[in-house]
């Protein structure tokens, strides 16, 4: 642990090295997220709910979003790189270290534009999400589980490069987790309805945790904590069995 | 020898079979079907609340609309503004430098022959997928003029993307830069709505902006709005575009400074 913790000091220093070019990218994410409420604004300018969901539930969701994605592609940046880091033989360096390489790898890269992503999500809660101490916590609550969810769906998918040497699959179950959780899930019907709680859980990232801030439902916090629990583990055991199969490039640097 | 003067067609050409080669070719499939799928789905359901149609469109129409759209900017390369503001940064477009070819002109066509074949892709596809989703197109001859109206928005995005990564001949970085672009397309461009459902104000202004040419155009053709003046727009703006990217390539070029080799 203590290790993970070293690692994740010297990669947020390394992020914010360069104040200037921290605070722009931070500033241009923000910017970046509040395009896509301009654009819900739009649409509820011309209908007062789309399939049960308003505004404010809709405020929620973008808060949820931005917060658990910006977790794991900014402060956990190297979720997203696995396929390549695989791809390119660039896991050299962490699995010469004396640690288990999953944790140390996850907080070893800072993406500092993400971090603009939480900055935001945490803002819009507290300015449209009527906040309190209570209504703060399960906010907190249940952006983790969905970062969980997402940092895991993340690191399933990029460890089947272990096994393909593509990084293809995992490109497009990237973007489409991150399209797919941007809108409510009540939009969709049967048979892709079912991949967001299941295969592609896209729900669980931002729609299910929406509600439960919406109406806190004891069931509904167990499925998402469940869930998390059921992709963390499957990430785990995947990179396991995978990261024997990997091929090592005598590359020290790009982890 | 292949003659100056067929560079660029060499380069697109080369781009064009590394595109169709490419594994990336169906992950970018994938991920336009999701998206358009997405899209598709959300205004279905707004119309459907509604009960009527949204500033002219009903819910057919936006579908072809947006799986129209969609293609435009899905077959694109992702983050192509940042990848050419980091090999001007880094120093590598010196390379091209030294060749006896316009880099901007090489790059542009190396870009376009990578593109069409993407573009070409996600229409065949989407465009049936359409007709499964929302019924026949509103006006089948229409379709006619979105194959050029569709080459004419994607040459616009590709050169605009260039014009705006040659400002890091003077910042450096443009990773920033990227994300606030494909924003614009996404709104101003027409890309995520139909222009006409933009408040007032926001129409306005969009407008009067070149990234209408980019998603707009060939999206509200295929939605059966058939205003061939559109193509004219396109291409106006694409002359605007690209002299002013073979200026500011120009004045970036005179003052390029690398160190190393």
């Known amino acids: 642990m203590r290790a993970v913790l070293a690692t994740a000091r010297g990669a947020v220093a390394e992020a914010v090295g360069n104040p200037g070019a921290f605070w722009s990218q931070l500033l241009a994410m923000v910017l970046n997220d509040l395009s896509w409420l301009v654009f819900w604004g739009i649409l509820f300018e011309r209908v007062p709910s789309v399939r049960g969901w308003t505004w404010s539930d809709i405020l929620m969701l973008q808060a949820v979003l931005t917060t658990s994605g910006g977790i794991v592609l900014g402060p956990l940046a190297n979720a997203r790189r696995l396929p390549e880091l695989i791809r390119t033989g660039g896991l050299d360096a962490v699995l010469a270290l004396p640690v288990r390489p999953l944790p140390v790898l996850l907080v070893r890269r800072v993406d500092a534009i993400n971090v603009g992503d939480i900055a935001f999500g945490v803002a819009l809660f507290l300015v449209a999400g009527h906040p309190t101490p209570a209504r703060f916590a399960t906010f907190v609550f249940v952006s983790t589980l969905a970062a969980v969810v997402f940092a895991s769906f993340l690191v399933l998918t990029g460890s089947l490069t272990f ?3 593509s990084s293809s699959v995992s490109d497009l179950a990237f973007n489409a987790i991150v399209m797919l959780a941007s809108y409510p899930a009540d939009i969709f019907g049967g048979a892709t309805r079912a991949l967001l709680y299941t295969a592609l ?7 299910v945790p929406a509600r439960l801030l919406r109406s806190f439902d004891t069931s509904d916090a167990l499925v998402l904590a469940a869930s998390a629990l059921a992709f963390a583990t499957a990430a785990t055991g995947a990179f396991t069995v995978g990261l024997r199969r990997y091929t090592a490039s005598s590359l020290w640097s790009r982890a | 020898v292949t003659p100056i003067a067929s560079w660029p067609v060499e380069a697109a050409r080369s781009a064009a079979r590394r595109s169709l080669r490419d594994g990336g070719l169906v992950a970018t499939l994938g991920f336009y079907v999701v998206v358009a799928e997405v899209m598709g789905a959300l205004w279905r359901a707004t119309a459907g609340s509604r ?12 579908t072809w609309y947006l799986f129209t759209s969609e293609a435009l900017v899905m077959c694109l390369a992702s983050r192509l503004i940042e990848r050419i503001g980091t090999e001007i940064a880094d120093g590598s477009i010196t390379v091209e430098l030294l060749r006896p070819a316009p880099v901007l002109g090489v790059r542009l066509a190396t870009e376009l022959g990578a593109t069409v074949p993407r573009l070409a892709a996600c229409l065949g596809l989407g465009l049936p997928l359409a007709w499964m989703a929302a019924g026949p197109p509103p006006r089948p001859w229409a379709l006619l003029l979105v194959l050029p109206a569709a080459l004419l928005a994607v040459a616009c995005n590709v050169v605009a993307q260039h014009l705006v990564a040659a400002w890091a001949f003077w910042v450096r970085n443009t990773g920033a830069v990227w994300f606030l672009y494909q924003k614009a397309i996404f709104i101003a461009g027409g890309m995520l709505l139909p222009l006409q459902l933009l408040p007032g104000p926001m129409r306005a202004v969009a407008w009067l902006l070149p990234f209408q040419a980019m998603a707009y155009p060939p999206a509200r053709l295929a939605a059966g709005h058939v205003e061939p003046w559109l193509l004219l727009l396109q291409a106006g703006w694409l002359l ?20 190393g080799g």
């Open chain 1, 163 to 165: 096994f393909s040497g």
């Open chain 1, 201 to 207: 859980p896209a729900a669980f990232v931002a729609a």
């Open chain 2, 51 to 62: 009960g009527a149609d949204l500033a002219g469109y009903d819910g057919a129409e936006l």
């Open chain 2, 240 to 259: 605007v575009l690209w002299l002013v990217a073979t200026a500011a390539f120009a004045a970036g070029e005179r003052r390029l400074q690398v160190v």
